[in-house]
């Protein structure tokens, strides 16, 4: 007999966003750079286009990111492997300085499959040990590298003072995830994310490292966002958009991107804001925490 | 010499409809949740954002889409493997008392490809017996996970008073299917399903799990769902629609549903309705049964 | 020093159509069915549901596509592999008395990479007897699974007394194929193909057999050959589709093909013909056939 | 610590284009004929089909090229392996009479990931040596093929006189390479290149050799490219695109080319040019060469 879940298995409660608002949208921004290839295999460092592909990101995509949301007056959140803080600091404090969120992405962008809970735990320092050096700040929020978690995270991340973590996929607005199902179990903010709404799948290819060899058009991403845009504006869901400066920083590709954030803005109702924002708001809610049981079989 | 095919070489008829309708159509949803991924490799279990990608269906995708159907006063077919009944039964049950069928999917979304007869009989029974305790029903339709099936299938669900599969795919009518070649042959109601209507290859992505690494646009789905659902109403057959609660209860996508949906509604000659009655329906009308002799080489 | 090319690197020339006419096109149609499967792995014909996928072609593609044919009083090229004929040999006599043609496809849809030449002339000879003993004629055309030749392919083809192949892609004209370069050689018509004109990449997908994952709308597939086909008709070339009754059969699938050949029949100056009839033709214009040397390294 | 990148981790400066020239455009055409599929698997010279399926590069799509170039009076630069120049002499002498430029695109189209320098030099030299002996000139200007880099190229292309490469893609501007970090390094012209930019990911397949199986609607690369154009044009940066005569000199690819060319030259203030006059121009600019340091782990 497997044992029946308690929570999760109950859809989220809507929430009730501030006054005025009845949706919320985050832009997040995941700063890998060189990270992501060099923890598939550290011998791609000595690939130079394959590095200065990945350059692309903080070199070239984040000024035009960052000149864009000051276009519009947003706030966004730049989830930042320790590593490329390390590699890039003027522009990680730069992030900081135009009044976006930094938030943890890991040290090297390590997919933690396969990690034991002390493996994680380590990663998870290094990360925040590198973030809070540069930026003088302890980051709130948490994005697991590919979005690998355990069931040991939520945990992980309290102990650590996280108010956030924005990497499941269950539903379509923030709750509150216990750390384990039962009594006394501590909580801690999920925004969720979906694969749906990430630039990777449409546009991430580097032969001998990732992708699925084709390259999309980002007319097809935009009608696709925008038409998840529309429907979580009308339900009132937040709508999380995940997009890699050294992908989106293109420019046709940041072009499309302008054009949802235009959509955006052009609603009064929409809350575009950092998952800060959405966090603490989402905290003040009160809201029953949700516990995911482990499946057995 | 090989043997010339007797029967299933030859088309299957046309179908005489009930009275005012020229066509069918049957929205299936696969309520896989966390099973196909369990199945594929248990250790999946231990990855959480894997197994929230999966919870998206039962916990958000599903209440969604019986909303919608509510909206347009449809009864679907929800194919669900027993593990998912044990882990939602209050879904399941939920699903049933909103007049849709439930139908058999396996116990964990067993693909049988290799399987003997013996071990293909003792999954079709786990998940059996999961569906009749937790609903009090027996189902009378079976679609076999990954639409896999071998040619003692058919005899398999006839042993246990099936009455019809939905897992081949032919051709685009229902129609009697010989579980084997020659005289005094049993056979059952064969309700074809086709790769191209199915919202797997057009959303599916996990990565380390399944999927091609791309994610399409629901616009484009439509475009093809819609092209293939005029042409099935003009010529009489079967639209049979299979779609995932993890992946089409997404909000983009369940507008591109409803917006076929609400083609589908617009015409009074087209008859949505559930398998079961689809079966029914083909089980009166007599049919010359017909077999698939296994090719030799 | 590798050799300098001297003839197959030289364009092929411009062909002079009959009287009228401007350019060709020709409509081909691999009758792979179970064939292409079985070749892949034998082992595959235990999976009941695989062998219904590819059942689909003769069972239910090839009556819709001979009745588009006949609406539109055209004449195509069925490329029939040995196996197709002795399991549907009513079929395949049914393609012949409607007026087209049945050309050679292998016997078991082998890919014949790594194969000797004894191996390839085998495949040759054990496809074109079966052939031969059901339809009563002998074919004159050969396309090769896979489109997978080998320099002894021309010879293989002329010792049978074959007039023409269809499986190169050095050009959009038919020419004439030098056996081999050098004085003596005798030649075959080529008639080229192209991966860009065939419904495999965009349509064919069967789990663990073949295919991307992804499955694409047939409005995409139409826009793509309508494009090609504009050009071909200005440029005087010869367009050569490459259709499988299992995947362009389905409905909305077909419904963009009949789109194309409603576009196609619309010109007067285009000729729409068998492979066969534009081998005649190009046979009797007196081309200097074309060499491949043998790339070395 | 990991050391903290000095130069290229700051943007490349903006170019100033020739008086009345807002922006550039390059197109660059690989003529990897053979060369590519002899380097992935020498053995694939035994499949005929295969081999011509490349040799429609030189054998058809080129004179298209040339011709379409003719009708705009447009320049471009064409990197050509060392394989490709000694097997069709002819056409590469003939591509310089037309004005347009050769470059260096490897010998055999070499993939140097996991070469030492040493090979890497000794490829170098081989596609050097053949391009000089057939065409009389040293190329001034080089392309990786894969654009596949080590920190090791900068200076093998300086030791041997080169201008400029154009196989990197940290940003969208030509700027100075630095052969390395520090005082005293010599620099080359970089003109970057991009993924996005290039035909083999929309229409690049060709079975058990590359590709992802799927094959694009040159409408879908159009409205990407000329999406990407339209900024670049705004923005003033260097519009970089690679084609392949083998892909793109299809006749519907070569169509949207033809398009993406007549948007170009509508535009009085965009420099369509070779990648020889870009480089040449940016070196008359004196700018402060960038270095990438090697990321340390």
Redesign the interface.
């Known amino acids: 007999?497997?044992p029946?879940?308690q929570d999760?298995?109950?859809?989220?409660e809507p929430i009730q966003w501030p006054a005025g608002k009845r949706a919320a949208a985050v832009l997040g921004f995941d700063m890998d750079a060189?990270s992501v290839v060099?923890a598939i295999n550290?011998e791609h460092?000595?690939?130079?286009?394959v590095?200065?592909?990945q350059?692309?990101g903080?070199?070239?995509g984040m000024?035009r990111i960052l000149a864009m949301l000051r276009r519009h007056e947003l706030r966004a959140t730049f989830f930042c492997p320790g590593?490329t803080a390390?590699?890039?600091?003027d522009?990680v404090r730069r992030v900081l300085d135009d009044g976006h969120e930094v938030a943890h992405h890991g040290y090297?962008h390590e997919a933690i499959?396969g990690m034991s809970v002390q493996q994680e735990a380590d990663v998870l320092d290094r990360g925040l040990d590198a973030l809070q050096r540069i930026t003088g700040q302890r980051p709130v929020g948490y994005r697991?590298p590919?979005?690998?978690?355990?069931?040991a995270?939520a945990q992980l991340l309290l102990d650590r003072g996280f108010l956030y973590d924005s990497?499941?996929?269950?539903?379509?607005v923030p709750y509150e995830l216990a750390e384990r199902p039962g009594d006394g179990a501590r909580s801690i903010v999920e925004i969720?994310v979906?694969?749906?709404l990430d630039d990777w799948?449409?546009?991430g290819?580097?032969?001998?490292v990732f992708?699925?060899?084709?390259?999309?058009?980002?007319?097809?991403?935009l009608?696709?966002w925008r038409?998840?845009l529309?429907?979580?504006h009308a339900?009132g869901?937040c709508f999380t958009l995940t997009a890699h400066p050294f992908l989106t920083g293109?420019?046709?590709?940041?072009?499309?991107l302008e054009d949802l954030v235009t959509t955006m803005t052009g609603w009064a109702d929409l809350w575009v804001t950092t998952a800060a924002e959405v966090a603490t708001h989402t905290r003040s809610l009160g809201l029953i925490p949700r516990a995911?049981p482990?499946?057995?079989?």
């Open positions: 007999m497997i029946t879940a999760a298995t109950r859809p989220a060189e060099l550290p460092r000595r690939r130079l286009s590095m200065s592909h350059a692309y903080p070199v070239t000024p590593y390390e590699r890039y600091p522009l090297l499959q697991a590919m979005w690998e978690t355990t069931y995270t990497s499941l996929m269950d539903c379509d969720p979906s694969w749906s799948e449409q546009y290819y580097l032969p001998d992708g699925s060899g084709l390259i999309e058009d980002p007319a097809k991403s009608s696709m038409g998840e529309v429907e979580a339900e869901t293109r420019l046709g590709r940041l072009r499309a995911f482990q499946p057995e079989i």
